[in-house]
Structure formats: C-alpha cells, structure tokens
C-alpha cells in the first residue's frame, strides 16, 4: 500500500502562484509515475501533469507553460508549481501515483480556488 498526503492549496487571486506537494508513504517501491489530477465543480477528473522516474513530464495543454511539475526521488515526493493561475483552474488537486505493477493510488485532494 501507498499513502499519499497532498497539501498546498488554498484561496488565491488570479495571476497568482501556489505550489502544491504530495509526499508518499507506505510501499514505496517501484513508483513509476507521479502526477496530478483535478476535478472540477460538475466536471469529470482530468489530467493536470505527470512525471516518470526518468523525469520525463506531460502536460495538460490548458496549464503547459503556467504549470511545472517536480519530483525528489529519493523523498518519493511529487510538486506542482502553478504560476499564472486563473479561474478557470479551481479544482481540488488529486496526487496519483503508479507502480511497475500497473496499481494506481490517490490523494484524498487539495482544493485550489482562483479568485477573479
């Protein structure tokens, strides 16, 4: 089993900046990807941004060149930089990671609210 404890959200203006951490804990072995998934009000989850162990990182188009996506290996810790935030972003922020085996595990969410 993984645990994953995210924390970093909150209320913030538009164009302003948070940055959000997931630390895992647990199981730890064998994390392949790490990423982050956003859920708005009414709206189906969707992907905000991966990175592999190797460092490889895919983007959402909506955030790519406002968001960065991090990772400390060795603390098996994920971040997200947002910086130009806009309303349209406010979601609460899902931490996912995936193991060689294939298995998924998921934060409990941090909420993100922009403010016009």
């Known amino acids: 089993q993984v645990q994953l404890v995210e924390s970093g959200g909150g209320l913030v203006q538009a164009g302003g900046s948070l940055r959000l951490s997931c630390a895992a804990s647990?199981?730890?072995?064998?994390?392949?990807?790490m990423g982050w998934y956003r859920q708005a009000p009414g709206k189906q989850r969707e992907l905000v941004a991966v990175?592999?162990?190797?460092?490889?990182?895919t983007y959402a188009p909506s955030v790519k060149g406002r968001f960065t996506i991090s990772r400390d290996n060795a603390q098996i810790t994920v971040f997200l930089q947002m910086n130009s935030l806009r309303p349209e972003d406010t979601a609460v922020y899902y931490c996912?990671?995936?193991?060689?085996?294939?298995?998924?595990?998921w934060g409990k969410g941090t909420l993100v609210t922009v403010s016009s």
């Open positions: 996912n990671t995936l193991r060689d085996n294939g298995i998924n595990y």
């Open positions: 647990g199981s730890n072995f064998n994390i392949n990807v």
């Open positions: 990175i592999t162990r190797g460092g490889t990182t």
